[in-house]
């Protein structure tokens, strides 16, 4: 019997930062002002510890890196979209629209099928000389978890507003 997935009515909402772009913090003020505000300048793990703690929840979450700017739609369509993982596109170094974990949605149900997935990511040692758990390859690391998991791609939204390099 088919029963539809109920909406969410609280999702929960961090930013991690080491320096907080004005921009991004006003827009989260406004927009999502039930933001929690994580640092995470102490170490280099400190993002995957976040990242692993908040999954542990099980609770549907958003989470908003320093740099990027949301717009009213942000929370609204992460509490509406049905999908697992979400993510707002945004533009990246190279000019080109890219997303990563500057603005991505996971939602409970993917929590609950892959439970272990943050300790999996967690040890994983790529071939480069970055640590296990680093900020650098977090993205990357999850992505590749993720796929191997078969969640191929993420539901892309609307794209968000990324300030490079503090601008």
Do not use: N
């Amino acid at each position: 019997m088919y029963r539809p997935l109920p909406l969410e009515t609280h999702i929960r909402i961090l930013c991690a930062y080491t320096k907080l772009h004005a921009g991004a913090e006003q827009a989260l003020w406004e927009f999502a002002p039930d933001t929690e505000f994580v640092d995470v300048s102490k170490s280099d793990s400190a993002y995957f510890d976040l990242v692993r703690e908040a999954w542990k929840c099980q609770e549907t979450f958003l989470l908003v890196e320093h740099d990027i700017e949301i717009h009213k739609g942000v929370v609204e369509s992460a509490k509406h979209c049905k999908q697992p993982w979400c993510v707002w596109p945004y533009m990246g170094h190279s000019q080109e629209e890219i997303w990563a974990l500057g603005c991505v949605k996971f939602g409970r149900r993917l929590m609950l099928a892959q439970p272990t997935l943050m300790d999996e990511v967690g040890e994983i040692q790529s071939d480069c000389a970055i640590p296990k758990r680093h900020w650098k390859r977090l993205d990357a690391r999850i992505l590749v978890t993720l796929r191997a998991h078969g969640y191929a791609q993420p539901h892309v939204h609307e794209s968000v507003k990324h300030h490079l390099f503090g601008v």
